[in-house]
């Protein structure tokens, strides 16, 4: 697993981060350095065509120049792989592990891993997808733990470990779905999860706190933004229902040490005045957390 760099903890001992889906208006280069300058130790860097295309020429000079600006900022990196219309201008997210034809996902994943490799992310982050109407859920469930598997012997060899995020509406869309997925592909070391706090309120059964607790062990990757119940709404924090003070404590308790990364892909129109909000939130909520 990479070490993430060396910097000045936040309140409670977490690192906060951003994800650059949510600075969709911005140049990359511009996008970091206004979140260096805010203080964020690290970013969620999605891969698209706007930001880091997997797909351009010369990939491997604009990796490693990305590379250098976050070594430069200080910021440490995982790597998002939701970018809605990278693989079909037509239709959003497709084709997913679950299609007919998965491979131009399994590509883009292995991309990903090795992308994530040069980068030195702490983690790479990726979901299962909606399934299909016209696919069995029994083939589309075959069709997933096959695509993982391809996935993690790629970034087994890169040495970067997978962060599977259950997401509302997709065919992992819980805690539990996440538990019976990482079993069917041989529990390797380097499958762990990516848990949106969010989502947690969204869907969960449990207490978010207690959701945290029950993935401490496998957490390598986490999203923060505030939810309401039943309603999959990435929403400033107080905007929801989320108590985020016990969220943060079971976050430090858990001795969580990736990114805790603002998730909020719909907020790029006013993308600096919402990341510099909510850091003042979360360092808020954490120094009330740890007291």
């Given at each position: 697993?990479?070490?993430?760099p060396p910097t000045t903890?936040?309140?409670?001992?977490?690192?906060?981060?951003?994800?650059t889906n949510?600075?969709?208006n911005?140049?990359l280069?511009?996008?970091?350095?206004?979140?260096a300058?805010?203080?964020y130790?690290?970013v969620?860097l999605?891969?698209d065509h706007?930001?880091?295309?997997?797909?351009?020429?010369g990939l491997a000079?604009?990796?490693?120049a990305?590379?250098?600006r976050?070594?430069?900022l200080?910021?440490a990196v995982?790597?998002?792989?939701g970018?809605?219309?990278?693989?079909?201008p037509?239709?959003?997210?497709?084709?997913t592990?679950?299609?007919d034809?998965p491979a131009?996902?399994?590509?883009?994943?292995r991309?990903a891993a090795?992308?994530g490799?040069?980068l030195?992310?702490?983690?790479?982050?990726?979901?299962a997808g909606v399934?299909?109407?016209?696919v069995?859920a029994?083939?589309?469930?075959?069709?997933l733990?096959a695509g993982c598997?391809a996935?993690?012997?790629?970034?087994?060899?890169a040495?970067?470990?997978?962060g599977?995020?259950?997401e509302?509406?997709m065919?992992?869309?819980d805690?539990?779905?996440?538990?019976?997925l990482?079993?069917?592909?041989?529990?390797?070391p380097?499958?762990?999860i990516t848990?949106?706090?969010g989502?947690c309120?969204?869907?969960?059964?449990?207490?978010?706190?207690?959701?945290v607790?029950?993935?401490a062990?496998?957490?390598?990757?986490?999203?923060?933004d505030?939810?309401?119940?039943g309603v999959?709404?990435?929403l400033?924090?107080?905007?929801?229902?989320?108590?985020?003070?016990?969220?943060?404590?079971?976050?430090?308790?858990?001795?969580?040490?990736?990114l805790?990364?603002?998730?909020?892909p719909?907020?790029?129109?006013?993308?600096?005045a919402?990341?510099?909000?909510s850091?003042?939130?979360?360092?808020?909520?954490?120094?009330?957390g740890g007291?």
């Amino acid at each position: 697993m990479t070490t993430p760099p060396p910097t000045t903890l936040d309140p409670a001992g977490l690192r906060f981060g951003y994800g650059t889906n949510g600075f969709s208006n911005h140049r990359l280069g511009d996008a970091l350095a206004v979140l260096a300058d805010l203080g964020y130790q690290g970013v969620a860097l999605t891969l698209d065509h706007d930001h880091l295309d997997p797909f351009t020429p010369g990939l491997a000079r604009r990796v490693a120049a990305v590379r250098r600006r976050l070594d430069a900022l200080g910021l440490a990196v995982v790597v998002e792989t939701g970018a809605r219309y990278l693989l079909d201008p037509w239709h959003k997210h497709a084709p997913t592990l679950l299609h007919d034809d998965p491979a131009p996902r399994i590509d883009f994943l292995r991309r990903a891993a090795r992308i994530g490799a040069d980068l030195g992310a702490e983690a790479v982050s990726f979901w299962a997808g909606v399934r299909p109407p016209e696919v069995p859920a029994a083939l589309a469930w075959q069709r997933l733990v096959a695509g993982c598997d391809a996935v993690c012997v790629e970034a087994a060899a890169a040495g970067v470990p997978l962060g599977f995020e259950p997401e509302p509406g997709m065919l992992v869309e819980d805690i539990a779905g996440w538990f019976r997925l990482r079993e069917a592909v041989g529990a390797p070391p380097g499958f762990g999860i990516t848990l949106d706090i969010g989502h947690c309120r969204c869907l969960e059964p449990r207490p978010v706190p207690d959701c945290v607790t029950a993935v401490a062990e496998h957490l390598v990757n986490v999203q923060i933004d505030d939810m309401r119940r039943g309603v999959h709404e990435h929403l400033e924090f107080g905007a929801g229902e989320i108590d985020f003070p016990p969220v943060l404590r079971a976050l430090a308790a858990a001795g969580y040490r990736g990114l805790v990364a603002v998730e909020l892909p719909r907020h790029s129109h006013a993308a600096p005045a919402v990341a510099a909000r909510s850091l003042d939130f979360l360092r808020a909520a954490a120094c009330k957390g740890g007291g």
